[in-house]
Structure formats: structure tokens, C-alpha cells
């Protein structure tokens, strides 16, 4: 399977603390990217970051990837009951065009 | 940004019958399309990628004659889950690229998601 690996599966923070999921893939890649599905809903891009590049922030996000580890994690600082979602990596092959998701981390955020 | 609508975005059919879901990229002609599928609590796995002017290209395990798909126009692809059971109840959810954005190396890798639809089968 192209599918990726997520942990933690679930994630239980208080509210102002910070929130770190990780992912693992098997292939080479263009770029990663994360994105956030609220219950039932569809998905919202959160960040992109290229196979040359090391970190990315945007807002409270901050992602970094390791291509010689193939893994990749988000950090979500400062986290809001709002951030309440589950997250998800995915990773776009060098080999393919196409996008294979993660497992997933679902994020609760307790006020 | 680009913006991707589905319809219907909930259906209830019966066990046998046919459903057909449709895809439009609302502000950007689309060459190529996904769609993808997830079962409660669990990730999206891919099931074709749509070209459009061409035949679909399904991932291992999908049965393309169980999930039709059309790509009949640059903004627009259809997938007819035929002789639905049960056990294709599920989220459906497709996606886009916008080749407009293939000038932008920050952009032109992402991928616009509808909202998903939401597929029950009794």
C-alpha cells in the first residue's frame, strides 16, 4: 500500500498547549502536505512543503520533514478548542501523479 | 482559492439500485480528478484517478465496473456506484488539480477537495 502512517492515532491536549502529529511514508516524494477534516466534512489544505525544503510555518503551524527518514511531523501551537479535527499527511510519489493520505491523527483539544 | 462542489452531498439508496455522484470544479478547468473514499474513522484511501477525454485509471483492488467513472468535460466528472450494497455505504470525496496553478511552484501540487458525499445503502 502508498498509504502513509500517522501517530499518535488519537491526541487528547488541553487547550493552549501544543499539539505534535507525525508521519511516515515509503516513497520518494514531490511534497507533503497536511490537511484537516472536521467531522463528516471535507477537507481543508493546511500547509505544503516541498521535498527540498526542511520546515514551513504558517500561523501557529509549523511542519518539518526529513526525507532520508521519510517521515514528517505538524505542530500546532497554542492549540484552540476550534482545533478539534483529525489531521492528515499526504504525499504526492515523485512516480505518480496522484496523492496517497495517511493514517490520520485525531486531534481533541479540551477547553 | 479554488473551489470544488459535489452533489448530492447525501443520498440514501437501496440495496441494488444505482447512485451516481458528480464533481465540479467550480472556477478552474480540471484535467484531472480524483476520488477518493473513507469509511468512518479511517483515512482516505484513493480509488481512480479521472482524466478527462479518457478512461479512468482505478487503484488495485477497485472493480471498475462496479465504480463507473465519466469525465466528459474540463469541469465536470460523475462516479456511478452501480448495484449498490451496503458495504459501499461510505464518504465519497473528490478532488482537483488547477493546471493554471502550474506556474506556481508553491501551489501548483495542490489539490482542491469537495465536501464529500455522503453515501448510505440500505
Known amino acids: ?111 | 482559492g479554488a473551489v470544488v462542489s459535489q452533489h448530492p452531498s447525501w443520498v440514501i439508496c437501496k440495496s441494488g439500485t444505482s447512485v451516481k455522484i458528480e464533481c465540479r470544479s467550480l472556477d478552474f478547468q480540471a484535467t484531472t480528478m480524483f476520488w477518493y473514499r473513507q469509511f468512518p474513522k479511517q483515512s482516505l484511501m484513493l480509488m481512480a484517478t479521472s482524466n478527462e477525454g479518457s478512461k479512468a485509471t482505478y487503484e488495485q483492488g477497485v472493480e471498475k465496473d462496479k465504480f463507473l467513472i465519466n469525465h466528459a468535460s474540463l469541469t465536470l466528472s460523475t462516479l456511478t456506484v452501480t448495484s449498490a450494497h451496503p458495504e459501499d455505504s461510505s464518504f465519497y470525496i473528490c478532488s482537483a488539480r488547477d493546471p493554471g496553478l502550474a506556474g506556481n511552484l508553491l501551489r501548483f501540487n495542490e489539490q482542491y477537495f469537495g465536501p464529500g458525499t455522503r453515501l448510505t445503502v440500505t
Not at chain 1, 479535527?85 to 510519489?93: E, K, L, N, Q, R
Open chain 1, 1 to 111: 500500500s502508498q498509504q502513509g502512517e500517522e501517530d499518535p492515532q488519537a491526541l487528547s491536549i488541553q487547550e493552549g498547549e501544543n499539539a505534535t502529529m507525525n508521519c511516515s511514508y515509503k516513497t520518494s516524494i514531490n511534497n507533503l502536505q497536511w490537511y484537516r477534516q472536521n467531522s463528516g466534512r471535507g477537507l481543508v489544505h493546511l500547509i505544503l512543503i516541498r521535498s527540498n525544503e526542511r520546515e514551513k510555518h504558517s500561523g501557529r503551524l509549523r511542519v518539518t520533514l526529513d526525507t532520508s527518514k521519510k517521515s514528517s511531523s505538524l505542530l500546532i501551537t497554542a492549540s484552540r478548542a476550534a482545533d478539534t479535527a483529525s489531521y492528515f499527511c499526504a504525499t504526492d510519489p515523485s512516480t505518480r501523479n496522484q496523492f496517497y493520505f495517511g493514517t490520520g491523527t485525531s486531534l481533541t483539544v479540551i477547553p
